[in-house]
């Protein structure tokens, strides 16, 4: 039996995510189910984009994975089914599947519409879980549902450059558990912009004209003083997922704060790069 992944905005106070995984187990006994994220920002589609699209490569091959963000059926917001890399998601039509499909094509897209069978107000427990049980049981998506070419995009994914070609603005689209502030300029994009040219980064009222491998390179081992105030600077890198990061060294919520709080940094916020 596959593994059914779970990503929504339910978040861990009630009794939606328990419910979920009760109809999943009454409909497969020996199913595998794993908790990717329930504490997505509600309604925030860009955060629940990346945070699958990270997660999801982890998986085995034939994975199946139910995204219950802003899942509310109406005639904008129909759901999907998608087969893409050798996995299948299960979703909304509302641009959370536009961050993956940007870098790989899907094999198949249909839109769900077994709705005339099910009557309800909650379509994660009751048309998400059922469509899911079915891909694992071996089902096709023509049974679910009809095959569609386009999905809805996210506005501003792409980052935008100037016609010079020396500048690039990007924007915040998720800050991390550290409050580390996450653009959507990919380590590629920058490269391909950049060309070997100095920069400057800008958020606010804050610059940066160096991008570390890594967070710990800020400090200088070497010096006493160097390791004693390390701790919230500000830097920034390409992260795990080669997103340019700002971040704060060893960032702390509750004592220094993380670069969202003390840069004043949201989602959607603009960041720009300038270069010389």
């Known amino acids: ?123 994660v427990l009751d048309v998400f879980v059922k469509v899911a049980c079915h891909i694992a049981r071996g089902g096709t998506l023509e049974v679910i549902g009809k095959v569609i070419n386009t999905i809805k995009p996210i506005k501003n994914l792409v980052p935008y450059v100037n016609d010079e070609k020396n500048q690039i603005i990007g924007s915040v689209i998720y800050v991390d558990n550290y409050g580390n502030v996450v653009t959507n300029i990919k380590r590629k994009f920058f490269d391909n912009i950049q060309k070997t040219r100095e920069y400057e980064i800008s958020a606010r009222n804050h610059k940066f004209k160096q991008i570390f491998k890594k967070y710990s390179d800020i400090v200088n081992f070497e010096n006493e003083e160097s390791k004693r105030n390390s701790d919230g600077k500000g830097l920034v890198v390409f992260n795990s997922s080669d997103y340019l990061e700002i971040a704060m060294y060893k960032s702390n919520w509750d004592n220094l704060g993380g670069a969202s709080t003390l840069m004043g940094l949201r989602v959607m916020d603009t960041v720009t790069v300038n270069f010389t």
């Open 1 to 123: 039996m596959g593994i059914i992944t779970l990503t929504t905005d339910f978040g861990e106070k009630d009794h939606f995510v328990g419910a979920i995984k009760g109809a999943i187990y009454n409909e497969l006994d020996d199913a595998r189910i794993v908790d990717i994220s329930h504490l997505v920002t509600p309604f925030n589609i860009p955060e629940a984009a990346y945070i699958i699209q990270n997660a999801y490569k982890s998986f085995p091959k034939g994975s199946i994975h139910i995204i219950g963000i802003d899942s509310e059926l109406n005639p904008e917001n129909k759901h999907i089914a998608v087969s893409l890399d050798d996995h299948y998601f299960i979703c909304a039509n509302n641009g959370i599947m536009s961050m993956i499909c940007q870098e790989i094509v899907p094999e198949k897209i249909v839109e769900i519409n077994i709705h005339d069978k099910i009557e309800t107000s909650f379509p």
